[in-house]
């Protein structure tokens, strides 16, 4: 018998405990980075999805596409100003916003999930009203802040054996559309789930200590502890407070993982080795 395919069934074998903790469980995923990158990266990470909805997960995937927008934006010739790191988000700008990450970023991740045999929708923040915003900061413009978000559609995806992929657009309430952080958005629509797990994927391994190791558990004083101390610095902070305040929203567990390691979110949820940063509210 070829000892791959007893590898394989040990594999199987290990993961059931896993399989029955995440059964009917609630996961939102960020994407973003290097699994958005290549077709090969992106069918894995499709795959990847779809074999979670066939064990009874009910996945969410959330995406980002800055670097769709700033190759589009240059393409039309429409110019680009940025506030202390973030895009001002004009008139002009939200239009092309609106048409990269509804259009072609989300409809190639539907189309992956689709290719894998899994049944993928495209939506955005606005459709269903699941996203009320407010602007974030008024020089920035168009860029909102989630301040109430309605998941009662996703809900009804899950029922039909549908994966909802979301592009990070929200409405304001004069119509405006608003263009939000990915993962800002991501964290918005996991705490409104309650959802079990918030995955988000980025191009690092996770949470590093003062001595450069990745921590693979952490608690929420312990991120305040590091970010005070300067340890946690620059784009990953965001990042840790994106997943602080889904906690806070009655998220169970936020994970900060390597999206560009092969199978990164199977490793996380169905091995005890996980795949990244876990981040749990203090006991």
Known sequence: MNSNWIETAQTLSAALPYLQRYDDAIIVIKLGGHAMGSDDAM????RDVVLMQQVGINPVIVHGGGPMINDMLARLGVQSEFVNGKRVTDAATVEVVEMVLSGSVNKRIVQAINRQGGRGVGLSGKDAAMIRCEAAQPELGFVGDPVEVNPSVLRQ?????????????????EGETFNINGDTAAGAIAASLKADRLLLLTDVAGVKDDSGEVVTELTASRIRQLTED???AGGMIPKTETALAALDGGVRAAVILDGRAPNACLLELFTPHGAGSLIRQDS
Not at 43 to 46: C, I, K, P, Q
Not at 165 to 171: C, E, M, Q, S, T
């Open 43 to 46: 069918d894995l990470f499709a």
């Open 157 to 173: 995806m899950f029922e039909a054996n549908i994966i909802p992929v979301i592009a990070p657009l929200g409405f304001g309430d």
């Open 230 to 232: 300067g340890v946690i």
